[in-house]
């Protein structure tokens, strides 16, 4: 399985996990995923691959998802 793949397929899951019990995934699941696999996985080049696939709006979202987390652990 390529590394891209696996990436792919770890965002699915993770989003599906977000997303249950529904079956349709959201725009906002999919950043929450991005933000969770983001902050727990080491490898890099999985998170630039996710990275490479975002607009300008996905890395508002996720920034603001991302700000409110750090926020929350104070």
């Given at each position: 399985m390529t590394q891209e793949l696996y990436a792919?397929?770890?965002l699915r899951y993770v989003c599906a996990v977000i997303a249950h019990p529904h079956e349709t995934i959201t725009e906002h699941d999919k950043h929450r995923a991005l933000?969770?696999?983001?902050?727990?996985?080491?490898?890099?080049d999985i998170v630039e691959h996710f990275y490479s696939?975002?607009?300008q709006e996905d890395f508002k979202q996720v920034k603001n998802i991302?700000?409110?987390?750090?926020?929350?652990?104070k």
């Open positions: 792919d397929r770890m933000e969770i696999i983001r902050y727990l996985h080491p490898d890099q696939q975002m607009n991302r700000e409110h987390a750090r926020n929350a652990i």
